[in-house]
């Protein structure tokens, strides 16, 4: 049970600066659930969407932050150009992982960022995904290197997965959209 | 001349901010100022009693009245005053509560200003003459434009009374959306069985005149005188002659949609809307006919009965005097389609609005009563019924909720179990708004014996799925998102204002909403007036609402027509526009500006031609005392020298 008061006062800064980064009135959401009827992610998620921007609602920014939802959105915006009170659904949960990356994440969540952090740049070389080589990253960064390695024969016989990358033609261009996402503040509608 | 001003305190609302007394003792200092006091509450009977006493008392005759807006009380100090031998117009009303002591915070400044504002209406009655109110007569014929539920009831309430009324129907039958429903909440009563017994006393009301197939084209005239130009719009049929024996139906070649069914099922372009239409009469829509499209065909005049049928038949426009009007233009059902191309954009022809739904219901509807998937012809097992489609949704321009949905669909739920019974219905809601009498027992009984699955949330998108659809929701209350195989989709479409609300407000002068509902006086206290005296409004035209309340609106502007036309005359106010006739140059801009068509041309003795205002339809708005170049029009109680004193006084 949380005391509501005492959660609402606790959340009230961290809420307003989460409306503040994207421009939203998170007051204006009447929890019709449209953002959850058409998540592609939901499967994944602990919290559904509208339940994370309820959440919001009452100030309680850190089950938000820390969040499996936060950190498993992939940014479709399904929800955001459905929404019938045009709340940017999308931008609201990014920012708010964004704001748990910027106070360090908790434990369990380690992990996952550091899945995002080796999938975008090894996405970024390629210009496709070379899943050997994120396996590879993945298990030295993580400090276990020997983690799944007994699937491994099997996968290869499979041909599951190439040991040799296939690269896209264009590979400056990939790097092109990279540069300039990172460089360019979340386009606005 | 000797004025009297009065400062009332408006308990704390006024002298919370404005030293009243400070504003009193002011006011003695001007010139002809001979008395002048802070009263708590001037409206009281012991305040109004207060002022009479010192206008007797100080031989007064000329008051200022130092208060709230003059829309609050002007009629109750103009009758205070008159009540102590002083003309009612020598009275002015300073608003010093609206415009003053609401809107400041500072006591010494608001205080400054209240002193200037009454200075200014001191300065102001010191040129007022008295005035005298004259007589005008009213006409006691009614005109109610829209033949819906409201203008029907509308209409009996005031034929009732001994009053004509004149009912002015666009479509080809009385009844409006109403006759397509099949029952209506809460009590499931049979929507035409409660109707039709009421269009057929329309019909034979010897005080009512009922024109079907027409439009009101142009309203002029004024509260208790208006004229208005009735467009009757040809129909190739003579209602006369016509009996309604459908044989010109069985027997037309053109096939033309259904409106009254809401598309479900085809329509001849000669028809007849429903088997109880009043006046039951055949109407030929020439934009299907096969004679208007290829020249050629006829059948209709070959197998009338009756030679009722003339194809040379054109519009007809009569003018008529009316006393007062009712609009009762209704609504119509918001068009979906583009707005949601989520839910299939009406590309699957299973997903139907609710009120085509409600067509296939009706036991005389194009399905005879048998509901029916519009794609195979099957019995449909789950229905989904979707709420707010087009209310409630800011993003695409509608945020208000229409009110009968919830409703609707509750008994929607309860007939489909009634028609199929082995059906289950899933209703998906954001809130449930049961707020009529017996409403929320109806809709436990959509839930408990009817069966209907409530899903508290909002579809997100419809897709086809093997001969279904499905439909991808969410539950909030279980946090869980859903998808249901259904095999037929119902769509509560909201309500928008009828085709044309906003052009007939135009020519009846009389505002709307951003929503081209139109808007009432006061949405409380003068829930049926527009702003424009001798027109009221009923029914949906003014928002979207259900039967009872439309029907009790209807009741309500129909007494307070009853109230206005039953007088034989009534009181104009002499605040009217005036020529100098000395100084008249006859250029006609008074003319070409006055709204109300209050301004002739008339020609004196000398030969010389001057513009004169009729009085009775002056409603003293003083465009043309702007517009006069030689400013040689002035509006009687406010002359262009009181204003300009008024002006001189707060620069002094």
Redesign the interface.
Same mark, same amino acid.
């Given at each position: 049970m949380i005391e509501l008061t005492k959660t609402l006062e606790d959340g009230r800064e961290l809420v307003a600066e989460i409306e503040r980064r994207t421009g939203q009135n998170l007051a204006a959401c009447y929890q019709c659930g449209t953002c959850t009827s058409t998540c592609t992610a939901n499967m994944a998620f602990d919290y559904p969407p509208h339940v994370m921007i309820r959440m919001l609602q009452l100030g309680m920014v850190d089950q938000v932050m820390s969040s499996h939802t936060a950190q498993l959105c992939y940014d479709c915006m399904t929800c955001s150009s459905r929404c019938p009170v045009r709340i940017d659904v999308a931008d609201v949960i990014e920012t708010a992982k964004n704001m748990a990356d910027e106070r360090g994440l908790p434990e369990p969540e380690r992990a996952l960022r550091l899945f995002r952090k080796l999938f975008l740049r090894n996405v970024s070389r390629h210009g496709r995904l070379h899943e050997a080589s994120l396996l590879f990253w993945y298990n030295v960064k993580s400090g276990t290197l020997f983690n799944d390695m007994s699937l491994v024969p099997l996968i290869l016989r499979k041909k599951k997965v190439h040991i040799h990358p296939t690269r896209i033609r264009n590979r400056r261009e990939i790097r092109r959209i990279f540069s300039v996402v990172k460089n360019y503040p979340r386009l606005k509608k | 001349m000797r004025i009297g001003v009065f400062i009332c305190e408006c308990g704390t609302n006024i002298a919370a901010t404005v030293m009243t007394q400070k504003v009193a003792d002011a006011a003695l200092a001007l010139r002809d100022v001979y008395h002048s006091e802070s009263i708590q509450y001037t409206c009281s009977d012991p305040g109004q009693r207060t002022v009479m006493a010192a206008v007797q008392k100080h031989n007064l005759d000329r008051v200022v009245i130092a208060a709230c807006s003059p829309r609050m009380h002007e009629t109750t100090f103009r009758r205070t005053v008159a009540k102590a031998g002083v003309n009612p117009f020598m009275m002015e009303m300073v608003n010093i509560r609206e415009h003053c002591s609401w809107i400041h915070d500072d006591t010494d400044e608001a205080t400054e200003k209240a002193i200037d504002l009454m200075a200014m209406g001191v300065a102001k009655v010191r040129e007022e003459v008295p005035l005298f109110t004259s007589k005008v007569p009213v006409t006691s014929e009614v005109l109610v434009i829209g033949g819906g539920v409201a203008g029907i009831q509308a209409a009996l309430d005031i034929a009732d009374a001994g009053i004509p009324v004149t009912l002015v129907e666009r479509e080809p039958t009385l009844g409006g959306n109403m006759a397509r429903l099949d029952k209506t909440f809460p009590t499931l009563d049979c929507s035409s069985c409660i109707l039709t017994p009421r269009m057929v006393e329309v019909k034979h009301n010897q005080d009512i005149r009922l024109i079907v197939n027409a439009e009101v084209e142009a309203v002029r005239g004024y509260i208790g005188n208006f004229e208005a130009d009735i467009r009757k719009k040809a129909t190739c049929v003579d209602e006369e002659k016509c009996t309604g024996c459908y044989i010109c139906v069985e027997k037309c070649p053109s096939k033309a949609p259904d409106e009254f069914n809401a598309g479900v099922g085809e329509s001849k372009a000669i028809s007849i809307p429903l088997p109880q239409a009043v006046p039951l009469v055949a109407s030929l829509r020439k934009e299907h006919c096969r004679r208007y499209i290829k020249g050629k065909c006829g059948v209709c005049e070959k197998v009338c009965p009756a030679d009722a049928i003339d194809y040379e038949q054109e519009d007809r426009i009569f003018t008529d005097k009316f006393g007062a009007i009712v609009v009762a233009t209704g609504y119509e059902l918001f068009d979906w389609k583009t707005a949601y191309p989520?839910l299939g954009g009406g590309h699957y022809p299973d997903v139907i609005t609710a009120m085509q739904y409600e067509r296939m219901l009706s036991a005389s509807g194009p399905t005879e009563g048998h509901i029916r998937r519009p794609s195979d012809g099957a019995e449909p097992r789950n229905i989904v019924f979707i709420s707010c489609v087009g209310s /409630?949704?800011?993003?695409?321009g509608r945020p208000f909720c229409c009110n009968v949905g919830c409703m609707y669909l509750a008994k929607q739920a309860i007939l489909t179990k009634e028609h199929i019974p082995d059906s289950q219905s899933y209703i998906f809601y954001?809130?449930m708004r049961a707020v009529g009498k017996d409403y929320e027992q109806f809709y436990r009984r959509a839930q408990r014996d009817a069966g209907a699955i409530y899903l /508290?949330?909002?579809?997100?998108?419809i897709y086809p799925l093997d001969g279904k659809l499905m439909v991808?929701?969410?539950?909030?209350l279980s946090?869980?998102?859903?998808e249901v195989a259904a095999d037929l989709v119902v769509l509560a479409t909201g309500f928008t204002a009828s085709d044309g609300a906003a052009e007939l407000a135009q020519r009846l002068n009389i505002p709307y909403d951003q929503f081209d509902f139109l808007s009432e006086s006061h949405p409380k206290l003068r829930p049926v007036e527009t702003t424009t005296g001798g027109i009221f409004l009923a029914g949906t035209c003014q928002g979207p609402k259900d039967i009872p309340d439309t029907v009790a609106q209807a009741s309500a502007a129909a007494a307070k027509v009853i109230g206005l036309v039953s007088r034989d005359e009534m009181e104009t106010s002499p605040m009217v526009a005036e020529v100098n006739h000395m100084r008249c140059i006859g250029c006609w801009k008074c003319i070409e500006v006055c709204p109300y068509k209050a301004i002739e041309k008339q020609k004196l003795r000398d030969g010389r031609q001057v513009a004169i205002i009729i009085e009775s339809l002056c409603q003293g708005c003083g465009i043309c005392n702007v517009a006069c170049p030689p400013s040689v029009v002035s509006l009687r109680g406010y002359t262009d020298n009181q204003l300009i004193s008024e002006v001189v006084e707060v620069l002094r």
């Amino acid at each position: 049970m949380i005391e509501l008061t005492k959660t609402l006062e606790d959340g009230r800064e961290l809420v307003a600066e989460i409306e503040r980064r994207t421009g939203q009135n998170l007051a204006a959401c009447y929890q019709c659930g449209t953002c959850t009827s058409t998540c592609t992610a939901n499967m994944a998620f602990d919290y559904p969407p509208h339940v994370m921007i309820r959440m919001l609602q009452l100030g309680m920014v850190d089950q938000v932050m820390s969040s499996h939802t936060a950190q498993l959105c992939y940014d479709c915006m399904t929800c955001s150009s459905r929404c019938p009170v045009r709340i940017d659904v999308a931008d609201v949960i990014e920012t708010a992982k964004n704001m748990a990356d910027e106070r360090g994440l908790p434990e369990p969540e380690r992990a996952l960022r550091l899945f995002r952090k080796l999938f975008l740049r090894n996405v970024s070389r390629h210009g496709r995904l070379h899943e050997a080589s994120l396996l590879f990253w993945y298990n030295v960064k993580s400090g276990t290197l020997f983690n799944d390695m007994s699937l491994v024969p099997l996968i290869l016989r499979k041909k599951k997965v190439h040991i040799h990358p296939t690269r896209i033609r264009n590979r400056r261009e990939i790097r092109r959209i990279f540069s300039v996402v990172k460089n360019y503040p979340r386009l606005k509608k | 001349m000797r004025i009297g001003v009065f400062i009332c305190e408006c308990g704390t609302n006024i002298a919370a901010t404005v030293m009243t007394q400070k504003v009193a003792d002011a006011a003695l200092a001007l010139r002809d100022v001979y008395h002048s006091e802070s009263i708590q509450y001037t409206c009281s009977d012991p305040g109004q009693r207060t002022v009479m006493a010192a206008v007797q008392k100080h031989n007064l005759d000329r008051v200022v009245i130092a208060a709230c807006s003059p829309r609050m009380h002007e009629t109750t100090f103009r009758r205070t005053v008159a009540k102590a031998g002083v003309n009612p117009f020598m009275m002015e009303m300073v608003n010093i509560r609206e415009h003053c002591s609401w809107i400041h915070d500072d006591t010494d400044e608001a205080t400054e200003k209240a002193i200037d504002l009454m200075a200014m209406g001191v300065a102001k009655v010191r040129e007022e003459v008295p005035l005298f109110t004259s007589k005008v007569p009213v006409t006691s014929e009614v005109l109610v434009i829209g033949g819906g539920v409201a203008g029907i009831q509308a209409a009996l309430d005031i034929a009732d009374a001994g009053i004509p009324v004149t009912l002015v129907e666009r479509e080809p039958t009385l009844g409006g959306n109403m006759a397509r429903l099949d029952k209506t909440f809460p009590t499931l009563d049979c929507s035409s069985c409660i109707l039709t017994p009421r269009m057929v006393e329309v019909k034979h009301n010897q005080d009512i005149r009922l024109i079907v197939n027409a439009e009101v084209e142009a309203v002029r005239g004024y509260i208790g005188n208006f004229e208005a130009d009735i467009r009757k719009k040809a129909t190739c049929v003579d209602e006369e002659k016509c009996t309604g024996c459908y044989i010109c139906v069985e027997k037309c070649p053109s096939k033309a949609p259904d409106e009254f069914n809401a598309g479900v099922g085809e329509s001849k372009a000669i028809s007849i809307p429903l088997p109880q239409a009043v006046p039951l009469v055949a109407s030929l829509r020439k934009e299907h006919c096969r004679r208007y499209i290829k020249g050629k065909c006829g059948v209709c005049e070959k197998v009338c009965p009756a030679d009722a049928i003339d194809y040379e038949q054109e519009d007809r426009i009569f003018t008529d005097k009316f006393g007062a009007i009712v609009v009762a233009t209704g609504y119509e059902l918001f068009d979906w389609k583009t707005a949601y191309p989520n839910l299939g954009g009406g590309h699957y022809p299973d997903v139907i609005t609710a009120m085509q739904y409600e067509r296939m219901l009706s036991a005389s509807g194009p399905t005879e009563g048998h509901i029916r998937r519009p794609s195979d012809g099957a019995e449909p097992r789950n229905i989904v019924f979707i709420s707010c489609v087009g209310s /409630r949704d800011e993003s695409i321009g509608r945020p208000f909720c229409c009110n009968v949905g919830c409703m609707y669909l509750a008994k929607q739920a309860i007939l489909t179990k009634e028609h199929i019974p082995d059906s289950q219905s899933y209703i998906f809601y954001m809130d449930m708004r049961a707020v009529g009498k017996d409403y929320e027992q109806f809709y436990r009984r959509a839930q408990r014996d009817a069966g209907a699955i409530y899903l /508290r949330g909002r579809v997100g998108k419809i897709y086809p799925l093997d001969g279904k659809l499905m439909v991808m929701g969410a539950d909030t209350l279980s946090g869980q998102q859903l998808e249901v195989a259904a095999d037929l989709v119902v769509l509560a479409t909201g309500f928008t204002a009828s085709d044309g609300a906003a052009e007939l407000a135009q020519r009846l002068n009389i505002p709307y909403d951003q929503f081209d509902f139109l808007s009432e006086s006061h949405p409380k206290l003068r829930p049926v007036e527009t702003t424009t005296g001798g027109i009221f409004l009923a029914g949906t035209c003014q928002g979207p609402k259900d039967i009872p309340d439309t029907v009790a609106q209807a009741s309500a502007a129909a007494a307070k027509v009853i109230g206005l036309v039953s007088r034989d005359e009534m009181e104009t106010s002499p605040m009217v526009a005036e020529v100098n006739h000395m100084r008249c140059i006859g250029c006609w801009k008074c003319i070409e500006v006055c709204p109300y068509k209050a301004i002739e041309k008339q020609k004196l003795r000398d030969g010389r031609q001057v513009a004169i205002i009729i009085e009775s339809l002056c409603q003293g708005c003083g465009i043309c005392n702007v517009a006069c170049p030689p400013s040689v029009v002035s509006l009687r109680g406010y002359t262009d020298n009181q204003l300009i004193s008024e002006v001189v006084e707060v620069l002094r």
